[in-house]
């Protein structure tokens, strides 16, 4: 292998350094292994919590943590900063995909738009209708709405075992799915599980968005400048009785998408910038204050070579797979199932009722809507999205996980039935990934490898021709 000319005369150990740096770079932006380590830690945190040390699992994340300026004070658990402080990154990095999809991607068209829209209404009304019917009786019917979620961390960390062979345009599908079904789950949430939202957390909310927008209308590029802002939003939602994770999606929907210029006028001041940086650095003793003003003039030029969402999405994306949503799998997949005694007729049929909902009810739901939507003429299908790739979406809507948990603690007083509900989730998520991991890789995989130009979509015409 050639050496670059600019490594050439580096010291070996250097060398090998920046080698071992480079592959553990490409290494973290593989999604396969970042869905890997998310079900190792669900699985570590099962275990945990249903061994002999299970009291120590809640102990962890029920530890208080607390910010105090002068008189002011927020004082939450670890679970509380985990959930709803570090998954607002996640929630803006999936934000912020989706802005730029809706912008040049799968979702720019209007007409395709529409399709996880009706995806998701199917995937909510047909899993609960499943559910109602067999848990018709007062004290199990307000657990409908428990099969109605789809956890998004989980869904896609299964998505990404696939590998690259699954178009993108299915992750996009799914990324828009989710968040619109978790959008409908926190609404529910808000309508029929709490005392209704406060508005006046509106307000703080709204002051939020309109720094964002003052700051990006005057040109401040920097991320680090939007921080303050996020920070109000997110207080903002807390205030009003929603989950404060969709600050995230907002802030990621508000992200621009394109550079504000062309950017061959970028290009044009990194070259400015590093031919001053070489005219200073000429002679024996350089005076290093003199080449702070062209480095300056360098850094803002990179900013402006990526549109900010992109380059925000490439920065985090480290750190929220390898580090968040293994927190968050962490910190939730401990489900315990001490005390669910299913010798009970109650708690056999919500067992049954949420693993029918998610498994049969989402994969149905959301399969058949997006059908229905097609086929009436709302919208088509995306490019390199056909009715088995639809159907492994479906499929994977059915891994509730998180979500359907906090409903179901929200739903069910009885331990045994909250239990029960636990249960049935914890089974469901588990055969919806397996059955969409195996349809993937039966289905949805090979046809990423047929010739080009012959492949055909499994029910009707290839999802890229547009009437």
Request: charge should be neutral; glycine fraction near 10%.
């Amino acid at each position: 292998m050639k050496r670059h000319p600019a490594s050439a005369n580096l010291p070996t150990a250097q060398l090998v350094a920046n080698k071992v740096f480079d592959t553990l770079e490409r290494f973290l932006h593989v999604e396969a292994v970042s869905g890997v380590v998310l079900l190792a830690a669900a699985a570590v945190a099962l275990v945990w919590a249903n061994s002999p040390a299970a009291d120590s699992y809640e102990h962890v994340w029920e530890t208080p943590l607390a910010i105090q300026i002068g008189t002011l004070s927020f004082s939450q658990t670890l679970h509380f900063a985990i959930n709803d402080g570090l998954m607002t990154i996640f929630f803006l990095v999936v934000g912020m995909e989706i802005r730029r999809e809706m912008h040049e991607g799968a979702l720019s068209d209007l007409r395709v738009a529409v399709l996880p829209l009706a995806a998701a209404a199917g995937g909510v009304i047909v899993p609960a209708a499943i559910y109602l019917s067999l848990n018709g009786k007062p004290t199990l019917s307000d657990g409908w709405a428990v099969p109605t979620a789809t956890d998004i961390a989980f869904a896609v960390g299964v998505l990404a075992l696939l590998g690259k062979s699954i178009p993108g345009a299915i992750r996009i599908f799914l990324l828009a799915l989710a968040i619109i079904d978790d959008i409908v789950a926190i609404m529910i949430i808000a309508i029929f599980y709490s005392g209704g939202l406060q508005y006046s957390g509106f307000i703080i909310a709204a002051a939020g968005v309109i720094l964002v927008l003052g700051l990006q209308h005057i040109g401040i590029r920097n991320a680090y400048a939007y921080v303050i802002p996020g920070v109000i939003l997110w207080f903002g939602i807390l205030e009003t009785g929603a989950h404060p994770t969709l600050a995230g999606v907002v802030l990621g929907l508000m992200t621009p998408a394109t550079l504000p210029h062309a950017r061959k006028r970028s290009i044009d001041a990194v070259v400015r910038a590093v031919g001053d940086i070489d005219a200073r650095s000429q002679g024996e003793n350089v005076d290093p204050h003199k080449l702070m003003e062209p480095i300056k003039h360098l850094q803002a030029a990179q900013r402006e070579l990526l549109p900010p969402g992109v380059r925000v999405q490439i920065a985090l994306h480290p750190w929220v797979a390898y580090g968040v949503m293994p927190l968050f799998a962490l910190a939730n997949a401990g489900v315990s199932f001490a005390g669910i005694d299913l010798t009970v007729a109650d708690a056999r049929s919500v067992v049954l009722g949420v693993v029918a909902a998610l498994v049969l009810g989402k994969c149905t739901g959301i399969f058949t809507a997006s059908w229905l939507a097609v086929r009436l003429g709302w919208c088509q299908l995306p490019c390199d999205v056909t009715w088995r790739g639809v159907l492994l979406v479906g499929c994977l809507g059915g891994i509730g996980f998180t979500m359907s948990i906090f409903i179901a603690s929200l739903a069910f007083s009885d331990p045994s039935l909250l239990g029960a509900a636990k249960l049935g989730v914890m089974v469901a998520s588990l055969m919806a990934g397996i059955i969409g991991l195996t349809l993937g890789y039966m289905f949805v995989r090979p046809k990423r490898s047929e010739g080009n130009g012959q492949r055909k979509a499994p029910m009707g015409k290839d999802s890229c021709e547009r009437n």
